[in-house]
């Protein structure tokens, strides 16, 4: 175990798997990365983006961190975005967050962690302000699966309200964002119903979809 060769192993056999079934399936992939989509979701392990969706290596341009939070001055994810947007010319942007996550969780609960509490400041600042919404939730793990959607529907505002993507809207290109739930127990993904194509009632969709929760 301590030089990993498990895991080199199993992707030895990966590999192989993979041209058995094409052949030419990794000089394909080396030559074009043109995927459709951009993935912005939780770190969690057990949230992994490719499988959920059935995509192959190439289809799916992915920023992960811990709550999928897409803050204003991250040019991390920024830079993502921007990438995605301006040079794969994406189509569509999802945002996936997901029921019972440890990250939203450790917010609402004021659990202490160390230097990630303030990464999950920006959560709490949501709880703050949907309160009655979460509190009306009822037990915790409710509260705290309400919050994860609270949240899906706030990050997916603040992609749309990104410089990049009011750019693209206003310059005609086609470009849609979405807000998703994942599911741990099921494994299936809910859609929030704060998909946003264009920089027009944006206010009203995010409204919407907070009232319809
Ligand atoms: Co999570």
């Known amino acids: 175990m301590t030089t990993l060769s498990n895991l080199l192993d199993n992707n030895r056999r990966w590999a192989s798997d993979k041209i058995a079934g094409q052949h030419d399936f990794f000089k394909r ?3 074009i990365q043109s995927p ?3 993935w912005i979701g939780c770190s969690d392990s057990r949230v992994p983006a490719n499988e959920i969706v059935a995509l192959d290596p190439g289809e799916l341009f992915v920023h992960r961190n811990v ?7 991250d040019l ?5 975005i921007q990438y995605a947007v301006d040079v794969l010319n994406v189509k569509h942007i999802m945002v996936v967050g997901h029921y019972g996550c440890g990250g939203v969780r450790a917010a609402l609960t004021n659990k202490r962690y160390g230097l990630i509490d303030n990464w999950l400041r920006h959560i709490q600042d949501i709880h703050q302000k949907y309160r009655t919404i979460v509190d009306a939730a009822g037990d915790e793990n409710k509260q705290v699966d309400r919050l994860c959607e609270l949240n899906v529907i706030e990050q997916t505002l603040n992609v749309c309200e990104t410089t990049v993507i009011q750019d693209a809207w206003a310059r005609g290109q086609s470009l849609k964002v979405h807000g998703w739930i994942y599911g741990l127990n099921d494994g299936l993904i809910r859609d929030l119903k704060i998909t946003m194509d264009s920089a027009d009632d944006m206010a009203a969709i995010y409204q919407h979809a907070i009232t319809i929760l």
């Open 67 to 73: 709550a999928n939070v897409v803050v204003h001055s």
């Open 29 to 31: 992939l080396e030559k």
């Open 36 to 38: 459709q989509y951009l």
């Open 76 to 80: 991390n994810c920024l830079s993502v």
